[in-house]
């Protein structure tokens, strides 16, 4: 019975990830065929301002958004920058929970435009302190992730794009399963009091819970937040490192696992800033 709930909510996941995954591969191909070298390097170039819109897509309430922005980056469609704003300032399943809760209206406004305000200045430090993150040569992109994948690029945009997120959906399906089986069998009341009302590692700790790419991390931080058992810097540190499943998306697209492991490094550590920013400054 297990295993089979933990499919059902695998599929419902990964299902409502497709629309934005296929729209992802789509506008990638059509930048690595419809377009000249010279107009990938200026699209590319122009998106050293885009940490400002990634930061303000990212709180809307949809995971798919982090994942998009992982594809993009795998990509070099859009730089490390844009990817930490979308990363940092996706809300997953926060906004719902605070909105059936009834939380204060001020409150939700206050916790969305801190992220949203925090992931797009780290998107621009990121981009001016690790250029090596966006290097790439013209024309790598799309053919990457197709090397990657051991498929051939060398079709019409749709059919190659349904390939690509064909394979990204089974991908996402099979870890999502796998995640949501294991929370079960831990139980997500263990998780929560894995988060401790501390300073320091009530940070430490929640950023850490927020990693799990799964849906059920954003919960129990929210939860926990507004039952009064965790500290507004906690709850900031896990929301703000919480991705949602745009981290399988970067690690199934993106070659360089080098790469991937830094911005999770710089993922985590910008949580715990942002948590610990948030406590001391008396944001929330």
């Known amino acids: 019975m297990l ?20 729209i992802t591969y789509l506008l990638m191909e059509y930048i690595e065929h419809r377009t000249s070298d010279r107009t990938r390097t200026v699209i590319r170039r122009a998106d050293k301002f885009g940490p400002l819109p990634g930061g303000f ?28 704003a979308v990363f940092l300032s996706t809300s997953d399943e ?6 059936s809760s009834q939380a204060p209206v001020m409150l ?7 992220k949203a ?20 040569k013209i024309g790598a992109g799309i053919h990457g992730i197709c090397e990657h994948e051991h498929c051939n690029c060398e079709e ?13 959906t089974l991908y996402i399906f099979l870890i999502s399963t796998a995640l949501n089986l294991l929370l079960s069998l831990i139980g997500t009341e263990n998780l929560e009091h894995l988060i401790l009302n501390r300073p320091l590692i009530g940070e430490l700790l929640s950023a850490l819970v927020g990693l799990i790419p799964n849906c059920a991390a954003s919960v129990a931080i929210t939860t926990l937040y507004l039952e009064g058992a965790m500290s507004a810097g906690a709850m900031m540190s896990g929301l703000l ?29 910008a949580g715990v800033a942002g948590g610990l ?4 400054l008396h944001l929330i």
């Open 277 to 280: 920013l948030t406590g001391a």
């Open 108 to 114: 939700i406004v206050r916790v969305l435009a801190v």
């Open 156 to 168: 019409s945009i749709v059919k190659s794009a349904v390939k690509h997120t064909l394979s990204i």
């Open 117 to 136: 305000v925090y992931g797009a200045a780290v998107g621009f430090l990121v981009d001016f302190f690790f250029p090596r993150l966006n290097e790439r």
């Open 3 to 22: 295993v089979w709930d933990a499919a059902v909510d695998g599929v419902m996941d990964t299902l409502r990830l497709v629309p934005f995954l296929f």
């Open 94 to 99: 926060m906004l719902p929970i605070f909105l």
């Open 57 to 84: 897509l990212g709180i809307l309430p949809q995971c798919g958004f982090s994942a998009a922005a992982a594809g993009l980056y795998s990509g070099k469609v859009i730089t490390a920058g844009t990817l930490i």
């Open 241 to 269: 490192v919480g991705a949602g499943i745009g981290l399988l998306v970067l690690f199934r697209t993106n070659r360089s696992g080098k790469e991937n492991r830094m911005i999770v490094g710089i993922l985590y550590l």
